[in-house]
């Protein structure tokens, strides 16, 4: 069974920096893509960031340049480093992969902006 939990959401100012991390089990992490949604609310969740199995990075367009996203195969774990957030990336965040055509998500972790 597969498992992912995020952690690292918090309060911050506008400007201000945080760092999520979601730790896998139940799979041959380094053979599987994972990516990092959002979901405020009122609004459909939508894609933050994705890194593939080789290292290879894609973002949403309001997030390039601000976020990070990277993996430790060792640790089995996926990283979202955010500087520069704004108000409006006030919402929970999910860790996401898909294994054998199953998509599985964390619980969430919640990131406040205040501005």
């Known amino acids: 069974q597969v498992h992912l939990v995020e952690s690292g959401g918090g309060l911050v100012q506008a400007g201000g920096s945080l760092r999520l991390s979601c730790v896998a089990s139940?799979?041959?992490?380094?053979?599987?893509?994972l990516a990092w949604y959002r979901q405020a609310p009122g609004k459909q969740r939508e894609l933050v960031a994705r890194?593939?199995?080789?290292?290879?990075?894609n973002y949403a367009d309001s997030e390039k340049g601000r976020f990070t996203i990277s993996r430790d195969n060792v640790k089995k774990t996926v990283y979202l480093q955010m500087n520069s957030l704004k108000p409006e990336d006030t919402a929970v965040y999910y860790c996401?992969?898909?294994?054998?055509?199953?998509?599985?998500w964390g619980q969430g972790t919640q990131v406040t902006v205040s501005s």
């Open positions: 996401n992969t898909n294994v054998r055509d199953y998509s599985y």
């Open positions: 139940g799979m041959i992490f380094s053979a599987n893509a």
């Open positions: 890194i593939s199995r080789d290292g290879n990075t």
